[in-house]
């Protein structure tokens, strides 16, 4: 079994004016097909505290870490800066997929500055933060990045 952590980058819903939906509906799905998911947070939009709970949580040996929001245009949205700067590769294959498929069903999906990397033996996917946006994103990858958690070295024998 994969462990995952689901990080919800929001000012909004981090201060308690706004109920996060991404976060939840990203956990359903990962549930659903079989991730342990052993935390998740939300914070505000600020590059370090996004950069210093994506360390923690590689630190925790954690699979999967996904990220919900921030990855706009708005001037706030920084996670792929952050996540770029604590990832030691690079995994653009998988944001170039989220974005090709999101982009048959909405040309608004090229706008998405998602990212993907490892750090350790851990894998960091940004996702949209509008909850329908994230979820369909998640589900062109999720069925395929079990051979990459088994490269990492992420699944006990």
Do not use: W
């Amino acid at each position: 079994m994969y462990t995952a952590s689901v990080i919800t980058v929001s000012d909004r819903a981090a201060d308690g004016t706004y109920e996060d939906q991404s976060g939840p509906a990203v956990v359903q799905l990962l549930k659903e097909h079989g991730y342990e998911v052993i935390d998740t947070i939300i914070i505000p939009d600020e590059k370090n505290t996004i950069k210093n709970a994506l360390i923690e949580e590689c630190n925790n040996g954690v699979h999967l870490i996904i990220s919900t929001g921030g990855t706009g245009f708005s001037p706030r949205d920084i996670t792929p800066e952050a996540t770029k700067e604590i990832i030691d590769k690079e995994a653009p294959g998988i944001a170039e997929y989220m974005r090709q498929k999101s982009m048959e069903i909405t040309p608004r999906g090229m706008l998405s500055r998602g990212v993907a990397g490892i750090r350790n033996r851990s894998l960091i996917i940004n996702l949209p933060g509008s909850p329908k946006g994230a979820v369909e994103n998640l589900s062109f990858v999720l069925p395929h990045l079990a051979h990459g958690l088994d490269m990492l070295g992420g699944v006990k024998e």
